[in-house]
């Protein structure tokens, strides 16, 4: 596709249900990246996948956090047992080269996450 | 601890002034430096960034930024503001060694008037 594509768009979901968040990078782009953009917090990384390497995870909140990567494409960003604080938008980019940090990353839209 | 500063929660300038968005950095080595804009309900679009060599760089949709080193800091600039600039902007760094991620400012609004 031409950019990275998020679903779903919108989330709401209750306290305490599992979430998926899908990411669809831009083909070709070998780093994959979440970050989580919430009020008051501003833009948090979350983890990180570089091809076929093990993710980068230091930015996970909790364990009730988790991603994978398929295939080397596409990802799932799960969160388990969701809570109020987790309600926020999750932003996904994905860049070429992951091992040139100058290389830049390319956001989609966003999936905007409400628990109640 | 690593951190990106944008002093100003929000700017507000007439369209047709000159504009000013702030960043300043605290991180070790030499960092990359990028600009994003996010309008409402959209992700992030990258504008523009440094990684070596002449410190005013050009960007996207007539803006740019110069990198001063001693001061650490990354101001985005625009000749001429316009009513569409409105959004928020993010100013972010990036370490030089690989496997690591961006760090963000916490953004500042831009209010255009006509």
């Known amino acids: 596709g031409a950019g990275v594509s998020q679903s779903p768009s919108n989330k709401v979901t209750e306290k305490g249900k599992d979430v998926e968040l899908r990411c669809d990078p831009i083909?070709?782009?070998?780093?994959l990246y979440w970050y989580r953009q919430s009020l008051g917090q501003g833009l948090e990384f979350l983890i990180y996948f570089q091809g076929n390497s093990a993710p980068d995870k230091s930015g996970l909140p909790s364990d009730r956090f988790s991603a994978e990567r398929t295939g080397g494409s596409v990802s799932t960003l799960t969160i388990q047992r969701t809570q109020q604080e987790d309600s926020a938008v999750y932003l996904c980019?994905?860049?070429?080269?992951?091992?040139?940090?100058?290389?830049?990353?390319?956001f989609g839209p966003g999936t905007r996450l409400t628990v109640l | 601890a690593q951190s990106v500063a944008q002093p100003e929660d929000q700017v507000n300038v007439a369209e047709g002034n000159p504009l000013t968005v702030k960043c300043t950095y605290s991180v070790s080595g030499n960092p990359y430096l990028f600009w994003y804009v996010q309008y409402p309900n959209r992700g992030l679009q990258f504008l523009l960034k440094?990684?070596?060599?002449?410190?005013l760089v050009k960007g996207s949709y007539g803006f740019e930024a110069e990198f001063n080193k001693s001061q650490t800091s990354f101001h985005l600039k625009k000749p001429s503001a316009l009513v569409s600039d409105s959004a928020l902007y993010f100013c972010?760094?990036?370490?030089?060694?690989?496997?690591?991620?961006?760090?963000f400012g916490k953004g500042t609004t831009l209010s255009v008037s006509s």
């Open positions: 972010a760094v990036r370490k030089r060694e690989a496997g690591t991620a961006l760090i």
């Open positions: 980019a994905s860049s070429q080269l992951a091992g040139a940090p100058s290389n830049t990353q390319y």
């Open positions: 440094y990684i070596t060599g002449d410190n």
């Open positions: 083909s070709g782009h070998t780093a």
